[in-house]
């Protein structure tokens, strides 16, 4: 058994910023830890896969392993993500290619499925016509994938903090019941899965007293064969680690601190104690957990239609008002048109675009510019897109200082989708959980 684990966050969403992993591998990771699905990935990744049927995982993985094939030929460094998506054979099989391309020979690549249950929707008392349907699945699939000899672990739908809690288990040998142990490993992927938000992104407090901005530092945590943590990030990086930032991450998504729901242990955040021992270095000890969910979380998505949008820009004098009857233009234009629209949604930035009033009433004053943004639901595509083209109109015959904005995405219709959570028993997904070796 290790003394340590070195353990490391290295993605916190799809599309993530590759240049931290430098300075992240630089420390001596044991395990490089990416996670790339967000709430909405799956749906994102699905209007991949209805594209072309060889996709639905995130297609920035080979750069990833690109970054981190010297520490992982070196058998130093590990490496578990869910990029898999909604296709983790597919993700298997590309990174396979990926190293072998790469070079270095004797690797293996772990495939974890099971998470799909789109063809077993009847089980689970799901609706027709579902695009996919998945169930976040726990950290023991990828312990079992490790002690197999995994180098690389690839999943599908896996609780992000569980991505985490799997590499503990299995060099501690933490069994499914050590309830305090598993807790705190929860706390552990929990402060790490958002890459560099624990260390000083997107911190809602003096986020300006940032050392080098223009080099953002990724996290990294020094863990215990108990448990306890120390929340850390490589020197010479922006961002800061303190006593704030990781407080603020621990609350982060967290609805009831005192039963923090995961797949494999319910925690109680409220126990957890934080030391700030300076020079970027803070302590996490104390989580308490209790027995799991008797269900796993699962996630449902079907269509729901196609949106477009406009965006219209005006300078002062009277930019909102110029705004305004501009998306009052393209509204009465839909019905003039017999385009039937389920639903309208328009906001004007510069004025209350993000949520409230962006001026003050009793400054008594315009706004330099408006950006009017319209937009709309339809039940078909060729009706969405319909409307956006009556906006042209606009640029000559509408109101004065018209500057259009973000063209290109606008007026091409995007398939909606309805994405609702249930519960699925925890035996009827187990008994389809596999792990899959192939040596690169």
Partial sequence: MKNTVLIGGGQG??????????????????????????????????????????????????????????????????????????NPISAGRVAVDTLRQLGGSGLKVATVVGDDLLGRADEFDLPGGLLFANAYLGAQPIVDALRQGADLVITGRVADASLFLAPLMYE??????????????????????????????????????????????????????????????????????????????????????????????????????????????????????????????????????????????????????????????IKQRAKEIGVEVLEFWEEYFGVNGYGGPTVPEELDCEPPEVIGRLVWKCADSTQAARLAREAGVLGLSGPPAFAPVGRARDGKPSQLLSVVPFAAPRDLVDAFVRVSIEEV
């Fill in 13 to 86: 969403f799809y599309g993530d910023g590759l240049a931290p992993l430098d300075d992240l591998l630089s420390v001596g990771l044991d395990y490089l830890v990416l996670e790339g699905l967000a709430e909405l990935t799956l749906a994102i990744l699905q209007k991949d896969r209805l594209r072309d049927e060889s996709l639905g995982y995130t297609r920035d993985l080979p750069a990833y392993l690109a970054k981190a094939h010297p520490a992982l030929v070196s058998g130093k460094t590990k490496i578990v993500t869910n990029a898999g998506g909604i």
């Fill in 172 to 329: 501690f040998g933490w069994e499914s019941t050590d309830y305090d142990r598993l807790a705190r490993g929860v706390v552990v992927g929990h402060l790490l899965e958002c890459s560099g938000q624990v260390a000083g992104g997107n911190y809602s407090g003096d986020w300006w007293n940032n050392s080098n901005p223009f080099r953002v530092g990724f996290p990294y945590c020094t863990v215990t064969p108990e448990g306890e943590a120390v929340i850390s990030k490589p020197d010479q990086t922006g961002g800061r680690v303190t006593f704030d930032t990781v407080r603020e991450q621990l609350l982060y998504e967290v609805h009831d601190p005192s039963s923090y729901l995961n797949p494999d242990v319910t925690c109680d955040f409220s126990a957890v104690n934080l030391v700030d021992l300076g020079q970027d270095r803070v302590q996490v000890s104390g989580c308490t957990g209790s027995a799991p969910p008797d269900t796993y979380k699962g996630l449902a998505c079907s269509p729901n239609g196609y949106s477009c949008e406009v965006k219209l820009g005006y300078a002062w004098p009277d930019a909102e008002a110029k705004a305004r009857v501009a998306i009052r233009y």
